[in-house]
């Protein structure tokens, strides 16, 4: 079956990095558009960033942009997001999703695929 298993989360400091990685497996990974979301307390899962099934496209939501580069390495069938200049805002757990659909998905319903999560916490 699918599964998709993210990493690298953690607690950092406003200002400071983290990577996450996720790990697809059971499935065409260069067939998929993948993407990252999130879900902070209280909160609905948002979209954050896609990375393109084809042509390797990305696009990002308007409060990560500039901060956050999300990338893929089909020989891995991993993709990953760079955070860069992290806020206590970027505070949820993150959510990698896979999707079957063409060019780039942002709606939870076009994903057909999901991780667990993996918490970041940025302090302030």
């Known amino acids: 079956q699918v599964q998709l298993v993210e990493s690298g989360g953690g607690l950092v400091q406003a200002g400071g990095s983290l990577r996450l990685s996720c790990a697809a497996s059971g499935l065409t990974f260069s067939n998929y558009a993948m993407g990252w979301f999130r879900q902070a307390p209280g909160q609905e899962r948002e979209f954050v960033a896609v990375i393109r099934r084809r042509d390797g496209n990305t696009y990002y939501t308007d409060s990560v942009k500039g901060r956050f580069t999300i990338s893929r390495d089909n020989a891995k069938n991993t993709v990953y997001v760079q955070m860069n200049s992290l806020k206590p805002e970027d505070t949820a757990v993150y959510y990698c999703?896979?999707?079957?659909?063409?060019?780039?998905?942002?709606?939870?319903?076009?994903?057909?695929?999901w991780g667990q999560g993996t918490q970041v916490t940025v302090s302030s």
């Open positions: 999703a896979a999707s079957s659909f063409y060019g780039s998905p942002s709606r939870k319903s076009e994903y057909q695929y």
